[in-house]
């Protein structure tokens, strides 16, 4: 064969990696595979998410996951699943930017959809005989209800058994709770908080044992194009090899910081998950407090106090955060729909990070006396 220009042999030249054994799996950084390659296109799967959705199928205890761009995603796949006329129901506490899009897709596709109280039995049993699918989270978001995973189960399958049950497990995490084993059909996260830990990448995962539904998810990102990107596959797997160690220490200083809040008088209520070893072996992370009376309003002068805890919207990472349902995680929502969910300027969401127990401590005693501080000179100007 003629010899090739340089930039030809150049832009063909490769190193042979059949012999690198990397210890640990290198950014598949492609788009493309030859046509003997089981991958394909990456739109389609590729190494990194393969090896990430595998490692996560270990946690979840499922047979199969399906890795998603963001959790967002992974729900609106999972939504996809649904067909005109289908009635959805959600559970009544759950996450703002969910609960917004179950209200507008259900307006597109012409869903029903149907928001009940899925922690009480009256809401339970309000099922309807024709519900498609049921979803929600547990721990809910606020408040930190309990959802019976397996009552919910059972009653959908009463009503009808080719609906689907599909918990959010993003809060209590494959560690700690896994759906599938609890009757769920599907179990979703939002991979950006926990699995990630650390604020630097987004993605989400489906976790399911069911392979005909397995192959429609798959199906639907491989033409939606929901594929995580191999960047983010490659940095979520590594955040994994931490992730059990990460989450012990999350639920250790949660524990210690809540006996602490329990002892101000500030605080009028701690909200805190209840652990059971048939559903949520553990929790940690996570919490919500509510103001005592006198500090109803004082949200802003109490987040501007503390310098350990990052505001805005990310959370569930090594950072602690602090956070107000009502401007924050709920701010999408009617006040009147916030208020009818008891969610009031008061309530204070509080994510534990993986600072010095005592230095978190020492910042919300600052931020608790600042308060006190401003109520005295509050009482003094009125006087
Ligand atoms: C419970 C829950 N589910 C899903 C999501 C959406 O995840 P993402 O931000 O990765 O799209 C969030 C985001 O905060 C969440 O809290």
């Given at each position: 064969m003629k010899k090739q220009h340089p930039e030809t042999a150049a832009l063909h030249f490769r190193i042979d990696n059949s012999e690198t054994h990397p210890v640990a799996?290198?950014?598949?950084?492609?788009?493309?595979f030859t046509a003997d390659s089981p991958y394909f296109y990456t739109r389609k799967s590729n190494p990194n998410s393969v090896e990430l959705e595998g490692a996560l199928a270990l946690?979840?205890?499922?047979?199969?996951?399906?890795?998603?761009?963001?959790?967002?995603?992974?729900?609106?796949?999972?939504?996809?699943?649904?067909?005109?006329?289908?009635?959805?129901?959600?559970?009544?506490?759950?996450?703002?930017?969910?609960?917004?899009?179950?209200?507008?897709?259900?307006?597109?596709?012409?869903?029903?959809?149907?928001?009940?109280?899925?922690?009480?039995?009256?809401?339970?049993?309000?099922?309807?005989?024709?519900?498609?699918?049921?979803?929600?989270?547990?721990?809910?978001?606020?408040?930190?209800?309990?959802?019976?995973?397996?009552?919910v189960a059972k009653i959908t399958a009463q009503k009808n058994p080719n609906a689907w049950v599909v918990v959010d497990n993003t809060w209590?995490?494959?560690?700690?709770?896994?759906?599938l084993e609890c009757g769920a059909d599907i179990s979703l996260a939002s991979a950006t908080k926990y699995v990630s830990g650390h604020s630097d990448v987004m993605g989400?995962?489906?976790?399911?044992?069911?392979?005909?539904?397995?192959?429609?998810?798959?199906?639907?990102?491989f033409y939606s194009g929901a594929i995580l990107d191999p960047n983010s596959a490659w940095l979520l797997r590594r955040s994994l090899h931490t992730f059990?160690?990460?989450?012990?220490?999350?639920?250790?200083?949660?524990?210690?910081?809540?006996?602490?809040?329990?002892?101000?008088?500030?605080?009028?209520?701690?909200y805190l998950a209840e652990t059971n070893p048939e559903q949520l072996?553990?929790?940690?992370?996570?919490?919500?407090?509510?103001?005592?009376?006198a500090y109803q309003d004082y949200y802003v002068p109490f987040r501007d106090a503390l310098t350990l805890f990052d505001t805005g919207t990310g959370m569930a990472c090594v950072s602690s955060m602090v956070a107000q349902p009502w401007s924050g995680s709920h701010a999408s929502l009617c006040d009147h729909e916030k208020t009818a969910m008891g969610i009031n300027r008061g309530l204070v969401r509080l994510c534990f990070g993986l600072e010095n127990e005592a230095d978190l401590i020492a910042d919300l005693e600052h931020a608790f006396a600042t308060l006190m501080a401003i109520a005295r000179h509050e009482t003094i100007a009125n006087d």
């Open positions: 799996t290198p950014i598949y950084q492609n788009s493309a946690l979840e205890k499922s047979k199969h996951v399906i890795s998603t761009t963001t959790g967002m995603s992974a729900i609106m796949l999972v939504l996809q699943q649904l067909k005109p006329n289908d009635h959805l129901v959600i559970n009544q506490y759950i996450y703002g930017c969910s609960y917004k899009l179950f209200q507008r897709y259900a307006k597109q596709m012409g869903l029903t959809l149907t928001i009940l109280d899925l922690s009480t039995e009256t809401g339970r049993e309000a099922i309807p005989d024709d519900v498609a699918m049921v979803l929600f989270e547990t721990p809910t978001n606020p408040f930190l209800k309990t959802i019976p995973i397996q009552a209590a995490t494959a560690l700690f709770q896994n759906p989400g995962f489906i976790a399911v044992n069911e392979d005909q539904l397995a192959d429609d998810l798959l199906q639907t990102r059990p160690l990460r989450m012990r220490e999350h639920l250790r200083i949660t524990q210690r910081l809540s006996a602490y809040l329990n002892t101000r008088e500030e605080v009028e209520k701690i072996r553990d929790y940690g992370g996570i919490i919500f407090f509510e103001f005592s009376l």
